[in-house]
Structure formats: C-alpha cells, structure tokens
C-alpha cells in the first residue's frame, strides 16, 4: 500500500511544478499545455492522500482507549511539516531584503505585515492574495488545521459503515462544489481566504475512500495497476480537455484507492525505486519549487509572465528537483527526527509515506 501512496505523491508534486514553471498566460494552448496550465490539480491530490495516510496510520490508535495521545501526535505533525517551512519561509525573507528584484520579477510581493501569518501557518485563514512570500505554502496551512481535528473526524466516520462514509463525503464534496461556484473561478481554484473549503471535502474523501479498501489486501494487485493506470489517462484527458470537472475529486479519490491495492514493491525496479524517491522528497519539492523559479527567473532577466524555452524550463525543474533532494536530507529530515526525539505514544514510528502539503 505504502509505495502507491509514496508515488502518487511524487506525481502531485510534479504537476504543481510544472504547473508553475510552464504557466504564462496567453501561451498558446493545446493539450499538452493545457494539461500543463491545470496541473495545480495535484494540490487536490495531496489533499485526497493526506486523508487517507492519516486514517492508515492514526485511525486504529484513535479508536483504541488509551493508545492515541494527541499531545504526541500533534508534535509529530508539527516536526513533518513545520521546520522546512520556515528554512524556506526565511530564505524568502533573505531574498527581500538581499534581492528584492528576484521576488519583483516573480510577480510577488515581500508583504512584510504578512509575514507573522507565514510564520505561524495561519496563512490559509487571511484574503490577502497569493502575490505574498510563498504562495504554494497556503496548503500547508489548511492541512494542519485538518491534522488538528482528525481524532473527531475519524471518530465521527468510523460510526458509519464504508459505504455510509463514501456517500457523505461526495455529498459534502458536491455540495462544496456547488456553493463555491460563484467565488472567483470555483471550487479548484480557492486558495488563500478559502482554502480550508477545498481541503475539508477532498480531506474527508480520502478517510472515506481509506475504509473502502479491502482488510487484509485483498485486492487484486495486477487489475488494481490496469484500473489505476486507465483512471491515471482519464484524469490526463480531463485535465488537457478541461472536462468533466464535476467529478474530478471523485476520479482522484479512485485513484488513490487503486495506488494503494496496487501492492508496487521496491524490488520490481529501479522504476519503481525511481518513483518512490520522488514521493519522498515531493514535500521538499512542493515548498521549494516556487523560490527556485524566482532566483533563476530574475537571474534570466524574466518576468513572471514571460515564456520560458525548453532548455529554460528544463534548467528549472532539475535545479527544483536538485534542491528538493538537499533540503530532504540536509533539513527536512533531520529536522524531524531531531524534534520527535523524544516521547512517542507506544514508541511508534510514524508512517513515512505522510503528506503535508
């Protein structure tokens, strides 16, 4: 299960990436850039995953007296995703007052009154556009509200059977959906102000979609892999066509599923070793990848709405991916253990496959 989940991750943080390094607007269109224009979708499914890995790790300890201290599991929560957060945030912060045309030529501004907000991940909470420090960071935000209140949530779900679960997360999906149509572009493009209205349903996706797998993996791994890869081209298509977007969520949510009863081990290929990497590092990738835009942009002379070519983006995404690798292993990590170090709730190893952001 974990190695699905893992690649799947690597995937979301790709479309973002490439999302932000191939975007200009009026570039000219045609599927393949199209489906590069909405790869912001991969937000969606780190959402969609970040339900899911935490009902696989937490929900038995929850529902169990006695085994889930919330005191320990919120540290744990807080050491994964907050101090690269702030290496980054504060590299940001040394970038203003060093370079400040890097962050200028970006189309973002150093809002220093903002900056408190960053600092303390309440950023999701304020409507002061995405044109401030960080943009990406906003998701960061929105989940640790939802770390916050999944002992409730799960409590809450694990009363209904699978079934019961699925159905009202896609009622509370489209109704989201429905109310969320009138603000700005709709429900795919909340962010900041609104974020917490598009992780909350996609968040509660993924508990509901968890409980649905089959006890004990018995799930057919080879036609698990044939479905997921068919739901992997629809969502393609749909992202380079710009259709069936009302069931968007749901067809993540499949996809999610079919990762996790797909049963992909190390030990088929470097292939998969290959993709499991990138999910690992894919948190450092998603907070870092907007920064390393900004410096190389501005050393190129660019604005954030000038096309780049393809040796130009090319350049980018490996100075992304090589500085994603540093910071896993130079910060991310690290930083991690050092802050967990202490008392864990039966000494329990955290699963590595979960995702913040």
């Not at 009026?26 to 995953?49: A, N, P, Q, Y």
């Not at 640790?144 to 002992?151: D, G, H, I, N, S």
């Not at 590092?281 to 900004?294: N, R």
Request: with cysteine.
């Amino acid at each position: 299960m974990v190695h699905g989940l893992t690649m799947l991750r690597g995937l979301g943080a790709a479309l973002v990436v490439l999302f932000h390094v191939y975007y200009s607007p009026g570039d000219r269109s045609g599927f393949f850039i199209d489906l590069l224009h909405r790869g912001f979708i991969g937000v969606d499914l780190f959402f969609v995953l970040s339900g899911f890995v935490l009902a696989h790790v937490y929900a038995r300890d929850i529902l169990t007296a006695g085994a889930f201290s919330y005191g320990d599991y919120v540290r744990n929560r807080f050491a994964r995703i907050y101090p690269l957060h702030l290496v980054v945030t504060l590299f940001l912060v040394v970038l203003a007052l060093t370079i400040p045309e890097a962050i200028a030529k970006a189309g973002l501004r150093a809002i220093w009154h903002d900056l408190p907000l960053h600092l303390l991940m309440l950023q999701v909470w304020a409507i002061f556009g995405i044109s401030s420090w960080n943009f990406p960071d906003w998701t960061i935000s929105a989940e640790f509200v939802a770390y916050l209140c999944l002992p409730w949530i799960i409590r809450g779900f694990f009363r209904l059977t699978p079934q019961q679960g699925l159905m009202i997360a896609l009622a509370v999906h489209a109704v989201v959906l429905a109310a969320t149509s009138g603000i700005g572009n709709g429900y795919y493009y909340l962010s900041y102000g609104y974020g917490l209205l598009r992780l909350f349903p996609e968040f509660l996706l993924g508990i509901a979609v968890y409980r649905m797998v089959p006890a004990g993996g018995d799930a057919d791994a080879r036609r698990s892999r044939l479905i997921l890869l068919g739901l992997l081209l629809l969502l393609a298509a749909m992202l380079g066509f710009a259709g069936g977007w009302i069931i968007l969520s749901p067809v993540l949510g499949a996809i999610v599923f079919f990762a996790a009863t797909s049963e992909f081990r190390l030990e088929e290929g470097r292939h998969v070793r290959a993709a499991v990497y990138l999910g690992r590092i894919s948190y450092a990738t998603y907070l870092v990848h907007m920064p390393v835009v900004m410096v190389i942009r501005a050393y190129l002379g660019l604005s954030s709405v000038d096309p780049l070519t393809t040796p130009q983006a090319m350049a980018i995404v490996a100075a992304i991916y090589l500085a994603s690798v540093a910071l896993h292993h130079l910060v991310e990590e690290p930083a991690r253990k050092a802050l967990r170090a202490g008392r864990n709730s039966k000494g329990r190893q955290e699963n590595e496959n979960s995702r913040s952001g």
